[in-house]
Nanobody, 124 residues
């Protein structure tokens, strides 16, 4: 399992949508659960959403429930984070990471193989 790669960040307006991708060329991608986290300036990294290796189980942080949707396409070794109705409070660097044993944990310590992150900026 190599380092994951996040794509799709950018500058959007309040209320807009954005879709992030988490890619991994590793051959064992479909064996791992994937989590999305974010870190705003001056704040700790926080859990956003996660999805099991099969795509049948997922969890969301309360702050994004009903607005964000996590999904995966194992044939493309990609996990997506569809973000709708974005607000300035969603501005952060977004990271994805892998978990070999999926418990639904929201702790950063439960994940590894972190990507470099992609910046999402929402202007009001």
């Amino acid at each position: 399992q190599g380092q994951l790669v996040e794509l799709g960040g950018g500058l959007v307006q309040d209320g807009d949508s954005l879709r992030l991708s988490c890619e991994d060329p590793g051959r064992f991608f479909r064996s791992y659960a994937i989590g999305w986290f974010r870190q705003a300036p001056g704040k700790e990294r926080e859990f956003v959403a996660s999805i099991s290796w099969s795509g049948n189980t997922w969890y969301y942080a309360d702050a994004v429930k009903g607005r964000f949707t996590i999904s995966r396409d194992n044939d493309k070794n990609t996990v997506y984070l569809q973000m709708n109705r974005l607000t300035a409070e969603d501005t952060a660097v977004y990271y994805c990471a892998a978990a070999g044993y999926y418990t639904g944990s929201q702790l950063t310590s439960s994940f590894d193989n972190w990507g470099q992150g992609t910046q999402v900026t929402v202007s009001s």
